[in-house]
């Protein structure tokens, strides 16, 4: 890929349902991303993570960041910009 590739490259909206709940306080570290935290009640909570990814190299980092944290993955889902 040569530079002017590089500028026609678009990021993708991505989100990632977790199982765990996570506060706006991890939003930074999964690279400024929107937290939102879901409940149908107080035995399934879970957090959507929207965040825009460049590549699917990118995608794999966060997927890995979750990991790591041992958090639980529910969904994953590209979803078109507005």
């Known amino acids: 890929m040569n530079s002017s590739d590089l500028k026609k490259t678009k990021e993708s909206r991505y989100q990632v349902e977790i199982k765990e709940k996570l506060d706006e306080s991890w939003a930074e570290w999964f ?12 035995s399934n909570p879970s957090t959507l993570i929207t965040v825009e990814i460049i590549d699917q190299a990118a995608l794999h ?3 890995t960041k979750i ?3 041992n958090l639980t993955v529910l969904s994953v889902k590209r979803i078109d910009r507005k």
């Open 67 to 69: 990991w790591n944290l």
């Open 31 to 42: 690279n400024d991303c929107e937290l939102e935290y879901r409940s149908d009640d107080r």
């Open 61 to 63: 980092g966060l997927l």
